[in-house]
T-cell receptor, first 108, second 113 residues
Framework: AQRVTQPEKLLSVFKGAPVELKCNYS??????LFWYVQYSRQRLQLLLR??SRESIKGFTADLNKGETSFHLKKPFAQEEDSAMYYC??????????FGAGTRLTVKP | DAGITQSPRHKVTETGTPVTLRCHQT?????MYWYRQDPGHGLRLIHY???????DKGEVSDGYSVSRSKTEDFLLTLESATSSQTSVYFC????????????FGPGTRLTVL
């Protein structure tokens, strides 16, 4: 069955350091993957999606079919990047499966 | 924020009582979803709707029912609340299917004592 795994519940980096939030998936076919983010006291919102191949707030994510991964990366973390990050995968046309989430803390 | 509101925002109730949570949208989106958010589990889909009176089960639907009598409202009912249903509940909407961007409401924190 399709599922998403985020192996790190917590991730802490210093400001200016590179950050990588891991996401692995299991899916038979060509997946479309998403990263959603929830900042403190804000709503969960889309950060980026695989199909658009764009960079949002300096974040990028590359789909690696060989490793079945969709890791989220940013070369220089900022304090305002501190948030909860969820990787997500459509289970079927109507159902989105989310990972357990990774809480990123960027320390000054 | 997309025009999505949830009510109530906080609720404390006792085991065995019925509870109804409301999601209201002003975006005229076809799809509406109810998720629960729990530590270690992320977001899990409870039920979704793909149109008025059209609903289906998600991953964790046991103990929950939904109704959608109007495009703008999607109700989630716990017929007899249990402590395991203590959670934060999020409503989301999208214009298309799951592969479209989902827009989330502010969440409802439910505590079942």
């Amino acid at each position: 069955a399709q599922r998403v795994t985020q192996p790190e519940k917590l991730l802490s980096v210093f400001k200016g350091a590179p950050v990588e939030l891991k996401c692995n998936y299991s899916y038979s076919g060509s997946p479309e993957l998403f990263w959603y983010v929830q900042y403190s006291r804000q709503r969960l919102q889309l950060l980026l999606r695989h199909i658009s191949r764009e960079s949002i707030k300096g974040f990028t994510a590359d789909l690696n079919k060989g490793e079945t991964s969709f890791h989220l990366k940013k070369p220089f973390a900022q304090e305002e990047d501190s948030a909860m990050y969820y990787c997500a995968l459509p289970y079927n046309n109507n159902d989105m499966r989310f990972g357990a989430g990774t809480r990123l803390t960027v320390k000054p | 924020d997309a025009g999505i509101t949830q009510s109530p925002r906080h609720k404390v109730t006792e085991t065995g009582t019925p509870v109804t949570l409301r999601c209201h949208q002003t975006e005229n989106h076809r799809y509406m979803y109810w998720y629960r958010q729990d530590p270690g589990h992320g977001l899990r889909l409870i039920h979704y709707s793909y149109g008025v009176k059209d609903t289906d089960k998600g991953e964790v639907s046991d103990g929950y029912s939904v109704s959608r009598s109007k495009t703008e409202d999607f109700l989630l009912t716990l017929e007899s609340a249990t402590s395991s249903q203590t959670s934060v509940y999020f409503c989301a909407i999208s214009g298309g299917q799951a592969t479209d961007t989902q827009y989330f409401g502010p969440g409802t924190r439910l505590t079942v004592l």
